[in-house]
T-cell receptor
Framework: EAQVTQNPRYLITVTGKKLTVTCSQN?????MSWYRQDPGLGLRQIYY???????DKGDVPEGYKVSRKEKRNFPLILESPSPNQTSLYFC??????????????FGPGTRLTVL | AQSVTQLGSHVSVSEGALVLLRCNYS??????LFWYVQYPNQGLQLLLK??????LVKGINGFEAEFKKSETSFHLTKPSAHMSDAAEYFC????????????FGTGTRLQVTL
């Protein structure tokens, strides 16, 4: 089944304790992205990657890191989490080509609470 | 720069009534436009998309949207609401000609009442 998976789905942690949220897709997509969703703000892009070893900042990258060593994986790293990073996080992927059949596929989300 | 405005953070309709969710966009180039739906505790699912073909786009679950360049709008409609339509709906725009690099609106939560 074609899908984007994220782990963990729920995480409660404390300020300053490094964490990684994993994201994996099995559709051979070039493009992958991380978003955070906050009430009243919609989805805001954190980082994106156009292909292996190619990453770039989105609209709200502060406090986050990413890596793209393999095409299928795009982990999100919080080196020193703070309470303002409490949010619902989504990973998404798509082909990066001009096609009428193109769409972004989203993972199920990771709800992160930083105390 | 691209942006999306969704008018109304909450919309309530009766079951069987018309659903109208509004989306206006700003884009410096001909845009690709998308509507996504998010059911409770789930990720986002594509409802429909406009990619410069037909201006009236039909999607899943009976939804459709019309691209109006003169009004810079891409409103989502459904003739008859069902209880199962209760969800949050997001409009998104892409200027890249692909589905990547989406900019999302702030979302509209649809409530359907009996």
């Amino acid at each position: 089944e074609a899908q984007v998976t994220q782990n963990p789905r729920y995480l409660i942690t404390v300020t300053g304790k490094k964490l990684t949220v994993t994201c994996s897709q099995n559709m051979n997509h070039e493009y992958m992205s991380w978003y955070r969703q906050d009430p009243g703000l919609g989805l805001r892009q954190i980082y994106y990657s156009m292909n292996v070893e190619v990453t770039d900042k989105g609209d709200v990258p502060e406090g986050y890191k990413v890596s793209r060593k393999e095409k299928r994986n795009f982990p999100l790293i919080l080196e020193s989490p703070s309470p303002n990073q409490t949010s619902l996080y989504f990973c998404a992927s798509s082909f990066d080509r001009d096609s009428n059949y193109n769409e972004q596929f989203f993972g199920p989300g990771t709800r992160l609470t930083v105390l | 720069a691209q942006s999306v405005t969704q008018l109304g953070s909450h919309v309530s309709v009766s079951e069987g009534a018309l659903v109208l969710l509004r989306c206006n966009y700003s884009s410096s180039v001909p845009p690709y436009l998308f509507w996504y739906v998010q059911y409770p505790n789930q990720g986002l699912q594509l409802l429909l998309k406009y990619t410069s073909a037909a201006t009236l786009v039909k999607g899943i679950n009976g939804f459709e949207a019309e691209f109006k360049k003169s009004e810079t709008s891409f409103h989502l409609t459904k003739p008859s609401a069902h209880m199962s339509d209760a969800a949050e709906y997001f409009c998104a725009v892409s200027e890249t000609g692909t589905a990547s690099k989406l900019t999302f609106g702030t979302g509209t939560r649809l409530q359907v009442t009996l």
